[in-house]
């Protein structure tokens, strides 16, 4: 059975969520949700987040899953408003005690602030299913980008979060702490082993040179022109190419507010004593 598969994109941080669902139970999950943030003045919203749920009421879909395939660093998620406000889990891989474990220190977080495990509903090894209606959602571990990162198989559509984007871009970039460019194409191979008509659902899109936006490839494709990833690359080919392009590259903006929030499972962090939220800017721990 095929899932039916509704995307959203947020141009602010060039992200997609996913809204999937069992077209005969109306059984859904929501992959990857984003929370507004304005940068300037430090404030959040939920339009984003509100759109998803608006949609759920429409087609009387019944929310069980939020899944994230990583602790993000371009955005903050919305996992934790939307189990708020409906009956959903929220599910990330188990390999999020590493993450936590290195930005809780990074950010020298209290106990109170700290990400810890149970911040989560589930966390997956790889090879666990989940139901999703008549479907099942199937867990591959896919790090590399980060040790969390998890690849979603549902029905005949694979979910994977910032390993791999649009053929025209590549993969993605492996600097961050615990990163690994061989261990992610490692990840890659166990992902380009899947059938060819797999369809590919990107978790960013940053539109190069100009196109419009695309998310959704196949397997077949991308092993035929992906610019990074492709048949003709080796091993160390690709571990020399991402190792130079990384150091290249830029902080993501948002890396510093969304990674303690993110741990957390989108937690906000705890309210002082006046009654106002801090988030933490550690000085000289990135670039």
Known sequence: MKPIVQTYFDKATFSLTHLVYCPETLHAAIIDPVLDYDPAAVTTNTKSAEKLLTELTNKN???KWVLETHAHADHITAAQWIK?????????GTNIRQVQQTFNEIFDLASEEQGLPQD????VDDGDKLELGKLNIQVMHTPG?????????IGNAAFVGDTIFMPDFGTARCDFPGGDA??????????????AETRLFMCHDYMPG??????????????ASNIHIN???????????R??????????????????INIRGGKLPPKGDKGTRFIKLPLNKFG
Do not use: W
Request: charged residues 25%; hydrophobic residues 35%.
């Open 61 to 63: 879909l019944s929310l």
């Open 84 to 92: 708020q406000n409906t009956d959903a889990k929220t599910v990330i």
């Open 120 to 123: 989560f509903d589930h966390l």
């Open 145 to 153: 980008h980060t040790p969390s990162c998890c690849t979603y198989m």
């Open 182 to 195: 061989r261990q992610l194409y490692q990840s890659l191979q166990k992902t380009l082993s899947l059938p």
């Open 210 to 223: 100009g196109r419009e936006l695309k998310y959704e490839t196949t397997v077949a494709e991308q092993k």
């Open 231 to 241: 048949d003709s690359v080796s091993e160390e080919e690709f571990v020399k190419m």
């Open 243 to 260: 190792t130079e392009r990384d150091a290249q590259l830029a902080v993501p903006k948002l890396i510093l507010p969304s990674l303690q």
